[in-house]
Each structure stands twice: as structure tokens, then as C-alpha cells.
């Protein structure tokens, strides 16, 4: 095992600084995925900054959230699924099989589309992760992470004096808070979010929105939208995909005012998506 891996198996490290404008957080080179025969992702390269929002756009089925999804590994789960390339998260190689997968899913949490709490305890889906984790000793120190993953994703005031009753008992944007405040509770570097709003209203989208503007200071985020409006109002660097493959990425304000292929141009202003 390198240094690298230490990082996975071992201590969380801070992102390394690299050439580009912000420091790299995590570097995809060459990353092929296939179902089967088929193969939805085709050759794709794209260095994710650090303490950033970067949004996935395209059209359905172009292959987002399979990109995603390699980013934590969720394709192993994928009995189909094959990914080859390589993925660098400060360095080290996420693909190598001295990683430990849950380890690595702690470092790179994942917010679904459609907000899924445990039938549990709003307590217990805070608390879930950490005591898996070992990340609290005592209840006193629980009651804190809990309290304070709970203040970051925005839900603490609402929930505070019913801590005990059931998470599926809230609403579905004080529900998807929940489940980023459950990513959170265990000290994610990363926070993948695929379609996070999309079975919101346009408030609970608001607060999300607000929430993901608040987290990118401490996290890296990865948004699979297919708002364009959201992309252009959360995130600083967009990435456009279209068949499997990646077209255009670069800095969200210019890929939406001055893209530079006509793909991108057309999936922007609707004439195609
Ligand atoms: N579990 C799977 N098994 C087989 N094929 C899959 C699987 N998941 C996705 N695919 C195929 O891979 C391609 C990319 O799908 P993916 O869901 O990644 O696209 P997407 O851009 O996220 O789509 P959407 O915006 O509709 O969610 C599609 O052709 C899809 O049918």
C-alpha cells in the first residue's frame, strides 16, 4: 500500500493543491463504464475542484448519474456494471482493491433524487453513520454530532424538539435535508448529489439551494441537475454530457453565455434534452 491509500484506510487528508486554478480534489482519467455489452460512458476525463459546486448536465440517459456513481464506487454494486480508468481523490487511486469501498463512501456521501430517511428515529438517521463509523464515544458526543450535522444542513430550528419521532414524518424538503445532514454526520469530503430537488416544490428547492450555496465552503459538490436554471445558480463549474461522453465543461457563466460547442449551445437554449 503507498502513502495514497493510507488516506482510505486510515486518516482524512486535505485536498492537495494542483495546477489548475483551485486545488483538485478529484481527478477522473480515462473512466469507461459499461452495462454488459453496452456501454454507457465513454472515455471521460475531468478534474473536480475542491470546495466547489460542479453540475452534471445533459440529457436523459447521456450517462450522469453512471458518472456519478463511479465516484463512490456505488457502480460495484451494479452487478452488470464494469468501470475502467482511473479515479484520484487526493492522489490515491479509489479504484485499487486495497481501497475499502464503505470507507471511501464515508469520505464521498450520496444524496439520491428521492429523499430516502430509515425508518428511524430523526436521531437515528444522524446517528446511523457515526456509530457505524465509530466517530462518537458517548452519548453526549453523539448528541453534538448529531445537533451540528443537523445545524449545517439547515434543519436543527425545525427539528430540535422532536428529535425522537420519525424522519419519514417530515416534509419531503425537511426530509432531503435529513438525508444531507445524515451524508454530513460523518465528515464527507465529497457530497454527490444526483437530482437532488426533483420531487421538491419550488421552496424546499430554494433551501436546498441555499444549503448547497453554504456547504461548497467546506465540501465538494458534485449536482446532477436537470434544471439548467439550478446549474447556473448553484454551481461554479458545469459539465456537459451527451451519449456517454463528455462535451464541455469549464466555468458555469461561460458555458452558459459563450459555450463553446454547438451541442452545448443547443442543449442550453432547449433545442434538444
Ligand atoms: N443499472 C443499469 N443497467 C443497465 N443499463 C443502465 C443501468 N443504469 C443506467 N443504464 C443505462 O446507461 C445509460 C446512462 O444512464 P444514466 O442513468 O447514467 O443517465 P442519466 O444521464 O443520469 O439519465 P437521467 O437524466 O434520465 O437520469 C442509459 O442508456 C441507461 O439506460
Redesign the pocket.
Known amino acids: 500500500m503507498d502513502g495514497n491509500m493510507e488516506h482510505f484506510t486510515q486518516t482524512k487528508s486535505s485536498a492537495r493543491a494542483d495546477t489548475a486554478s483551485a486545488p483538485i480534489k478529484v481527478d477522473c482519467q480515462n473512466i469507461d463504464v459499461y ?2 455489452d ?1 456501454q ?1 460512458i465513454e472515455d471521460i476525463s475531468l478534474q473536480i475542484e475542491d470546495r466547489s459546486v460542479t453540475a452534471f448536465i ?10 456519478l456513481r463511479c465516484i463512490n464506487r456505488m457502480n460495484d454494486t ?1 452487478e ?2 464494469k468501470v475502467t480508468g482511473k479515479i484520484f481523490m487526493d492522489g490515491a487511486n479509489i479504484n485499487d482493491p486495497a481501497i475499502d469501498p464503505v470507507l471511501l463512501r464515508s469520505r464521498v456521501g450520496m444524496v439520491f433524487q428521492k429523499p430516502n430517511p430509515f425508518p428511524k428515529s430523526i436521531y437515528d438517521n444522524i446517528a446511523y453513520g457515526p456509530r457505524i463509523h465509530g466517530l462518537a464515544s458517548g452519548k453526549a458526543e453523539m448528541d453534538e454530532v448529531v445537533e451540528n450535522s443537523l445545524r449545517k444542513a439547515g434543519l436543527w430550528e425545525e427539528v430540535k424538539d422532536r428529535l425522537l419521532a420519525p424522519g419519514t414524518g417530515l416534509s419531503g424538503g425537511q426530509q432531503q435535508r435529513l438525508c444531507i445532514a445524515r451524508a454530513i454526520a460523518v465528515s464527507p469530503e465529497v457530497i454527490l448529489m444526483d ?1 437532488p430537488c426533483s420531487a421538491l416544490d419550488p421552496i424546499a428547492t430554494a433551501k436546498i439551494e441555499e444549503l448547497i450555496d453554504e456547504l461548497r465552503e467546506r465540501y465538494c459538490i458534485v449536482i ?1 441537475t ?1 434544471s439548467m436554471q439550478q446549474a447556473a445558480r448553484v454551481s461554479q463549474k458545469t459539465a456537459f ?1 451527451h451519449l ?1 461522453k463528455l462535451i464541455e465543461y469549464g466555468d458555469t457563466e461561460r458555458i452558459f453565455t459563450n459555450p463553446e460547442h454547438g451541442r452545448t449551445q443547443d442543449y442550453i437554449t432547449g433545442r434538444f434534452g
Open positions: 452495462y454488459g453496452k454507457a445533459g440529457p436523459s440517459g447521456c450517462g450522469k448519474s453512471t458518472f451494479i452488470s456494471a437530482e446532477v436537470h454530457f456517454g
